[in-house]
């Protein structure tokens, strides 16, 4: 293994991120978005497959305790955290419907739902994003991979451009601690 191969890798996908303009401006869009719901009182609900959803509950998690500052809590919640719940679900309506029902349940009107996936193709995140938007709430797609059908299902689609699993996962998360933190500055300077 070339470890000087791995850096260069790395390397090069992160000056990729970091230099799309258009990417920066779709962080930016979104972070603002998570200060309007949460500013009114709405609630960020995150969900993802696999290692997407361990994102979806690791950044839940940073809005409801705290990321850099301590102050009050944020509400925000991870759709893949109940056992029976999920269980359940894929039992008697199948797995597609996973997070729609919960959508249907808990999401309302002006709240936000982020989507985590690598490839965008999981049918139980498209299915999210549709019974979200029969709720009018507003979403984002973290993808990767071109963003795949999730991409058009979204109103904000947030797109690593890598085809690696693991690299997309990476960038996802620094891109959510780095709107976690756009929204604790913002929050902490205005009611």
Do not use: K
Request: charged content about 20%.
């Amino acid at each position: 293994m070339n470890p000087a191969g791995v850096e260069a890798g790395l390397a090069a996908l992160a000056r990729s991120v970091l230099d799309s303009v258009a990417l920066s401006e779709r962080v930016a869009a979104v972070a603002d978005r998570y200060v309007e719901t949460l500013r009114a009182g709405g609630t960020l609900f995150f969900c993802g497959n696999g290692g997407s959803a361990a994102d979806a509950q690791h950044i839940a998690t940073e809005y409801v305790v705290r990321y850099s500052a301590s102050r009050q809590p944020f509400a925000a919640l991870a759709l893949t955290t109940d056992s029976s719940l999920l269980t359940a679900a894929a039992n008697d309506l199948g797995f597609e419907r996973v997070f729609a029902r919960q959508v249907e349940a808990l999401c309302r009107r002006g709240d936000l739902l982020a989507l985590h996936s690598t490839s965008g193709e999981s049918p139980n995140l498209v299915a999210a994003a549709r019974a979200a938007r029969e709720r009018s709430v507003w979403t984002v797609g973290f993808l990767g991979r071109g963003g795949g059908v999730l991409a058009a299902e979204v109103d904000q689609a947030v797109v690593v451009p890598s085809e690696d699993t693991g690299r997309i996962q990476v960038i996802h998360l620094a891109l959510e601690h780095l709107i976690v933190e756009l929204v604790e500055e913002e929050l902490s300077r205005s009611p």
